[in-house]
């Protein structure tokens, strides 16, 4: 047990709930293990073709990676690979690690290891900031060379036996999906972002986490409790048993509200008996019983890309039926008619498919999402066919992530067609009467909004990704949280003209972004007429809770504060006014919302 005064880092809020337990310490990319070893006599040849074929695949994959590079990054970002490959060629390193094989007869890894040792030294006495820098080149290019001489694969999981809080620098979505769920307690990570999909991930899971924590890695032991709060975003290393009890409290009360609130009314039922309609966010590899659990009335957004990610190739089409249907199913058995909104494969960005994402300079901008399908008309044609033969079991409801002009619209509409058309012709069934929308998640879409009412049966409003894009801040960047305000007058702008467009064309408008579970935020969403808050299954409860505290007139009331604001208050000053009236209006449930 660590000796070790009880110190709490604060971090940023990620997926709410609690979680203590011993700390795993996962790292993404650990130290290359380099066996060394002097060779049999006589086999200083194969080792030195070993070496060469090991500098040629590296060479390779360089050029392979500028060739990526000279068409869509700038110059300096090619410089840095071509000097990687000048260093790989670099004669004097050549012949040195040639020396260490033919008169020190060591296996290749090592040779390479114990020259680039040397070169790392000689680099990093050098005054001239310019040749310490270059010490990075030179880890880069020995990582490389060791990497392909010696198949290293690392599995950064291994280790995690026993239920632990998973301690990283940050992890990709397939890095979070691979994780053996029955061993995490939580995350806590050096970077990441409230919205980004890792972030996603947690709260889908209900896994609470903490993201933005700088070096929690460094200052975590391995082995050691930590109390993480993913409500307030907070861990607290070598916490003493004071700590302790109270945080044991604090998770009882809060399990107690949510308790409350399960078993009350169905969701969203106002106090004046009017209701918000409150769906979940589904993807697959979550158990879909948590959904009806926490009293979803319906499926508000099935993120389909995780079937990709999870096997990283292209699920075939029987492939992805089978996992729609099911769901379609699920959906009908939570109540009669209830509807399951499948989205099609929003790839890109953060969500990078090995073997479909290609390199881009600017990924969030880049050929994703709709786009991306678009111009893989054969990828969209599988998928879309699939969604409507589930459709044949449930009411589906198919959802175009990403549009930013109506020719998207237009397109998407002929593959719909062309799906319609072969499937008629095959003689198989779908549900003639399914209902195509658009996510409203870029601001260009937010502003065409009446025109995409013409061509959609719904809206759902991407607040993730319509954030990240009116205000020009990574979603999963913290350096750059700040920024990522959903009460910024632009982002509640566009918001409440999509929601007028969608009453002047009477179709239906969601939120089905993460701000929707925010109890601040997401009631607000509700207050300016929003009919359906979708969200992570954990968060309904708490949104369920508050809403069925208020009434009709009491959400009127609501959406008016931003408005009394005076002009050229901030974002933080409107948030701070919402809460305040909340506080007034509920006091008795601030532990729901402070
Ligand atoms: C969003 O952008 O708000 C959204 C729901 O989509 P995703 O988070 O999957 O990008
Ligand atoms: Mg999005």
Redo the contacts with the bound molecule.
């Keep these: 047990m660590s000796n070790r005064r009880p110190s709490t880092v604060a971090g940023l809020a990620t997926a709410r709930g609690y979680a203590s337990g011993p700390v795993f310490i996962y790292r993404s990319d650990g130290e290359i293990p380099v066996p060394e070893y002097i060779i049999a006599d006589g086999r200083e040849d194969d080792e030195l073709l070993r070496l060469n074929r090991a500098r040629e695949d590296v060479h390779r994959d360089l050029e392979g990676l500028i060739a990526v590079l000279k068409e869509r990054a700038g110059r300096g970002d090619v410089r840095i690979f071509e000097c990687h490959q000048m260093l790989l060629e670099d004669e004097s390193l050549r012949r040195e690690t040639e020396r260490h094989i033919r008169e020190d007869r060591l296996n290749a890894a090592a040779a390479v290891k114990k020259t680039i040792a040397g070169a790392r030294a000689q680099f990093a006495r050098m005054n001239d900031p310019y040749f310490r820098e270059r010490v990075r080149d030179i880890d880069d290019i020995e990582r490389r060379l060791l990497k392909t001489l010696t198949g290293y694969e690392h599995n950064p999981a291994e280790g995690l036996t026993v239920p632990s809080i998973i301690v990283a620098d940050d992890l990709t979505p397939s890095e979070t999906v691979q994780l053996p769920r029955e061993l995490v307690l939580g995350f806590a990570t050096n970077g990441g972002s409230t919205?980004s999909?890792v972030a996603?991930l947690a709260r889908a899971l209900a896994i609470p986490a903490v993201c933005g924590l700088g070096d929690i890695t460094s200052r975590a032991e391995p082995g050691e409790t930590v109390l993480l709060d993913g409500t307030n975003g907070a861990v607290t290393l070598s916490p003493d048993e004071g700590l302790r009890i109270q945080f044991e409290d604090l998770v009882r009360r809060q399990r107690e509200i949510a308790e409350e609130a399960r078993t009350g009314k169905p969701a969203g039922t106002l106090k004046d008996g009017g209701e918000v309609l409150i769906y979940a966010?589904v993807h697959p590899g979550i158990p879909l019983a948590g959904v009806t659990e926490y009293g979803a009335r319906g499926i508000g957004?099935y993120?389909s890309?995780y079937l990709w990610l999870d096997k990283e190739t292209e699920p075939t089409e029987d492939e992805q039926f089978e996992a729609y249907k099911r769901t379609v199913i699920y959906a009908g058995k939570i109540r009669p008619g209830a509807s399951a909104t499948i989205?099609v494969l929003?790839i890109g960005?953060d969500?990078l498919v090995r073997g479909i994402s290609t390199k881009e300079a600017n990924p969030f901008l880049g050929n994703r999402s709709i786009r991306y399908l678009l111009t893989h008309r054969d990828v969209m044609l599988r998928q879309v066919r699939a969604i409507l033969r589930a459709s044949a079991f449930g009411k589906v409801k198919l959802m175009y992530?990403m549009v930013s002009c109506i020719e998207e619209l237009r397109d998407a509409a002929t593959v719909l067609e062309a799906a319609k058309r072969e499937l008629d012709s095959e003689k198989i069934p779908y549900g003639k009467d399914i209902q195509v929308g658009v996510?409203i998640?870029i601001p260009a879409a937010a502003l065409n909004a009446d025109d995409f009412a013409r061509y959609v049966d719904f809206f759902?409003?991407?607040?993730?990704?319509?954030i990240?894009y009116t205000m020009a801040a990574d979603?999963g960047n913290d350096a750059v949280a700040h920024l990522y305000q959903p009460f910024n007058p632009a982002v509640v702008r566009l918001i409440r003209e999509t929601v007028a467009a969608a009453k002047r064309h009477g179709i239906q408008v969601s939120v089905?972004?993460?701000?929707a579970a925010d109890p601040i935020v997401g009631i607000y969403w509700a207050s300016l007429g929003v009919d359906v808050l979708s969200m992570s299954a954990t968060y309904i409860p708490v949104i369920s809770k508050i809403l069925s505290n208020l009434t009709r007139a009491d959400l009127d009331e609501y959406a008016k504060v931003p408005d009394s604001m005076p002009r050229g208050s901030t974002a933080q000053e409107i948030f701070d006014a919402c809460q305040q009236w909340m506080v007034k209006k509920l006091p008795d449930l601030q532990d729901v919302f402070l």
């Design positions: 919205t999909h996603l966010n957004l993120r890309e989205r929003d960005g969500k992530p996510m998640e759902s409003i991407g607040t993730n990704d319509l990240q979603r089905c972004g993460e701000s």
